[in-house]
């Protein structure tokens, strides 16, 4: 199972919110220095999200983030305010490994297929965020619909993979909600990559039991409730 540590910009600085709230930012530094630590600590891929982006200012963020795609020399997954064929062709033609369709998705799933038949599917994850079983969008402020049909509806239009995320646990560092994750992964034939309330090696194993694909560390990476190589060895990612 692959491991994906974040790296979540706002302002130019790297930072963890608490379930999305931009009021709870805790700074930890630049972006870079924060993508080079986890590089050197073992990381083989990043999850990079421009929260400005998420916000409603794409383009924010733009030379910072072509700064660590084309410089950190492993793969990328980068969303956060890709609301476009042209941003997200952007992106993947400068090398990013895959981009994340969020409210894009949701909006115009034609987009899914537009970008899933112009690079491949494998390049097109959709974003599954949900609260209270339904997906939330735009900055996780206003739901649409119950996250199972969603997630199926991203796979026909031609997603490659899916990033699920529970907001009702992200950010908190209390662990996961087992249930509604399972509950997607078995309705789908995809990879499920999962972020949200991941915070200890036994976390981990849970997710990776039950197929996940990936995971995605944020808040309890950075507040050094769980190593990178204890995460590393639990996720087993070398098999």
């Known amino acids: ?7 979540d910009i706002l302002g130019g ?9 931009r009021d709870t930012a ?31 200012e794409s383009r924010r963020n733009a030379a910072v983030l072509r700064e660590i795609i084309e410089e ?53 994850m959709a974003g599954v965020d949900t609260r209270q079983g339904k997906i939330a969008v735009e900055g996780w ?5 119950d996250y199972i049909e969603w997630g199926r509806k991203f796979e026909t239009m031609g997603a490659g993979s ?12 209390r662990g996961i909600s087992l249930d509604p994750v399972t509950r997607l992964i078995d309705s789908v034939s995809i990879p499920v990559v999962v ?20 995971i995605v560390l944020g808040s309890a990476l950075y507040s050094g409730k769980i190593s990178l190589r204890n995460a590393l060895e639990a996720a087993d990612e070398d098999r």
């Not at 895959?98 to 987009?111: D, F, K, M, Q, Y």
């Not at 949200?196 to 197929?211: C, E, Q, R």
């Open 72 to 124: 950190s020399g492993i793969p990328v997954q980068l969303g956060g305010g890709i609301r476009s064929f042209d941003d997200a062709a952007g992106w993947l033609e400068i090398g990013v490994e895959r981009v994340i369709l969020g409210t894009s998705a949701v909006r115009e799933p034609e987009l899914i297929t537009r970008l899933a038949d112009r690079f491949g599917s494998r390049r097109i």
């Open 1 to 7: 199972m692959i491991v994906f540590p974040a790296v």
């Open 141 to 145: 402020e206003k739901t649409a619909g």
């Open 13 to 21: 600085r790297c930072v963890q919110l608490i379930q999305g709230r």
């Open 195 to 214: 972020a949200g309330g991941v915070s200890s090696a036994s976390d981990i194993t849970a997710l990776k039991a039950i197929g996940a694909y990936g």
């Open 26 to 56: 805790t700074d930890f530094g630049t972006p870079t220095e924060c993508a080079c630590r986890w590089i050197g600590e073992g990381a083989r891929h990043l999850h990079i999200i421009n929260l400005d982006g998420a916000f409603g």
């Open 162 to 173: 899916l990033l699920y995320t529970n907001v009702d646990v992200e950010g908190l560092q």
